[in-house]
């Protein structure tokens, strides 16, 4: 029986590089513009307050998500771990004494 590994999905360094310059060229959008806002400061403040609360937010999200892609994985892996063990203890040809 031969054990194969599951092919996991990976990202590319290119996709990393892209999403990374994504990410901060987004933050330091908005931080220029809630920076020249006109109005008081107070208001840029509580815009700049109400922007980190969502990028800590969306991480906070990008890692349950994970999290809970990483557990489905697991229990597939257990699952079929469990499968190869039953087909390789698995006799068909095995004669049952019936009364």
Do not use: N
Request: hydrophobic share 45%; charged share 15%.
């Amino acid at each position: 029986m031969t054990h194969s590994k599951p092919l996991t999905p990976r990202t590319t360094t290119a996709f990393m590089v892209q999403a990374a310059l994504s990410f901060g060229i987004s933050v330091v959008a908005v931080t220029y513009a809630i920076a020249h806002l006109p109005g008081d400061a107070w208001i840029r403040g509580f815009l700049l307050l109400g922007m980190l609360y969502i990028i800590t937010s969306t991480f906070t999200l990008a890692k349950c998500v994970r999290d809970q892609q990483e557990a489905s994985a697991v229990i597939s892996r257990v699952d079929q771990a469990r499968l190869e063990r039953f087909l390789a203890e698995h006799d068909p040809f095995k004669q049952t004494v019936g009364h």
